[in-house]
Each structure stands twice: as C-alpha cells, then as structure tokens.
C-alpha cells in the first residue's frame, strides 16, 4: 500500500472515530401530555440508572389489589446528579410519590408498564427532589 493511500485510510479511520453517533430525541409532547396530571405513591420496583434518560419503575396497587407498573422517564444522569442526586438515592422497595404527566396514549409497553414523566419524587421522609421533567415550558 502506498503512503499516499495509507495516510487516506488513517485519516478516515481517525475522522470516522471521531465523530459521535447522532441519537434521535422525542419531544415530551409527542408522548406526554400536560392536562393529565398523576400522582402515584407506590413501591420502587427498579431504577435505570442509565442515558438518555433515568426509569424509575413504580408499582402502585389500586383499591382493588391489582398493582399496575408505571415506567417513569426522568431526565438524564448529568442533569439529575446537577440537581443532587446519586445512583442510590433512590433503591428497590423504597416507598414514594411521584408527580408525573400521564401518557397521550395509556396502552402498555411492551414489558407491560404503562409510560409517564416523572415531575417530582417524595420520599417517606417527606423530603422532595425534582425529576427533571423535559416538560420545561410546556407547564404553565
């Protein structure tokens, strides 16, 4: 191989690695809606501690005994660690209630919950932390 070639295909291999990958992005009202507002207390069955976004997984139980999933998107770890938080601030069992906007569309995903945008978390001590909802101005 050349060096004219060779130089070619390091600098493309180098340009190529340097590049990020370009991730798509919802708009929060594509799937959230603002005009139905929830509130959910239940059970903390999981957290994604993971980009673009944080899952907290609720379990919450009707009056009837069923429980029902909510998967509810906080925004990323850089904003949430900015607002305070850490990766165990928030464990399996703990108990809370959570703000969130419902879904345009209440169907289940395809693990069975039901997808929300988490506002604020309460905690049983009554201490309150933002989720960093991607609302924005999307709340009056």
Known sequence: MSLNIRSLVVGA????????????HHAFAAEFD??????????VAK????????YVYLDVQDPDGKT??????CNSVNTLLHKGWTRDALKKGDKVIISAFGPKDMRPLPD???????R??????GHSVSAG???GEAVK
């Open 34 to 43: 603002t005009n139905k507002p929830m509130t959910l207390t239940g059970v």
């Open 133 to 135: 909802s991607s609302a």
């Open 68 to 73: 029902t999933t909510y998967a509810l998107e």
């Open 112 to 118: 069975g919950s039901i997808h929300a945008n988490a």
């Open 13 to 24: 291999v180098l340009l190529a690695s340097a590049t990020r990958p370009v991730m798509g």
């Open 120 to 125: 604020s978390i309460t905690f049983a001590d």
């Open 47 to 54: 957290v994604n501690w993971q980009n673009p976004h944080v």
